[in-house]
């Protein structure tokens, strides 16, 4: 296993029968991932979908309250963040993935996320032979929870005094204002998935 990133995919119990199918595409479309996958939820969950581990919450915890036990549980430095209805629909390009990595540690960044969604309108500060753009803070949505790259230590502060998805992606995008590391993002979706849900 990879001991610089953990993925960790996002759910609750009234989801859990997203769980099944996720599992389904994520071993057929990523077999070889490198890093330990880990469902944060509610309640245990079996063990023969895909998940490495499961971090069951009980059902005090907001969504936000889930992120945060779960990046607690969790060592790595970075964390890609999924949730639960990100189906797979064609294989990850995993040294690709890898490359995003080593470039998230490179330029300090606090998120890259692997989809443009919202297209970026900050002119970039990062070479543009990377394939990287730059989401100008304090803008809507330049927080989402796209698929993407994550530095832990900063995804648990700013999921900290929000409750849900929601408020996660309006009230983070605007709580960034101050933060010195770039939020960056790929020109083409990297990711293959949608949204199921």
């Known amino acids: 296993m990879n001991k610089d990133c953990t993925v960790l995919v996002c759910s609750c119990d009234k989801y859990a029968d997203l769980l099944e199918p996720f599992s389904i595409l994520w071993k057929r479309y990523?077999?070889?991932c490198p890093f330990e996958t880990v469902l944060v939820t509610e309640s245990e969950i079996e063990n023969s979908l895909c998940f490495d581990r499961g971090i069951a919450c009980g059902k005090r915890d907001s969504w936000c309250g889930r992120l945060i036990r779960a990046l607690d549980a969790i060592e790595t430095p970075?964390?890609?963040m999924l949730c639960d209805d990100y189906f797979l629909t064609s294989p990850?390009?995993?040294k690709q993935v890898l490359c995003r990595l080593e470039q998230a540690?490179?330029?300090?960044?606090?998120?890259?996320r692997l989809i443009p969604n919202p297209n970026p309108d900050k002119r970039?500060?990062?070479?543009?032979?990377?394939?990287l753009r730059?989401?100008?803070?304090d803008t809507a949505y330049c927080i989402a929870t796209q698929a993407g790259?994550?530095?832990?230590n900063f995804l648990r502060s700013l999921a900290c005094g929000k409750e849900s998805i929601w408020e996660f992606e309006r009230y983070g995008s605007f709580?960034?204002?101050n933060e010195q590391r770039a939020l960056l993002v790929t020109q083409e979706k990297e990711f293959p998935f949608i949204d199921a849900v």
């Open 78 to 80: 970075y964390v890609i």
């Open 92 to 94: 990850v390009d995993t």
């Open 30 to 32: 990523w077999p070889d």
């Open 175 to 177: 709580d960034v204002g």
């Open 149 to 152: 790259i994550w530095n832990r």
């Open 124 to 131: 970039n500060s990062i070479p543009a032979t990377d394939g």
């Open 105 to 112: 540690r490179k330029y300090n960044t606090a998120n890259l």
């Open 134 to 137: 730059e989401y100008r803070k």
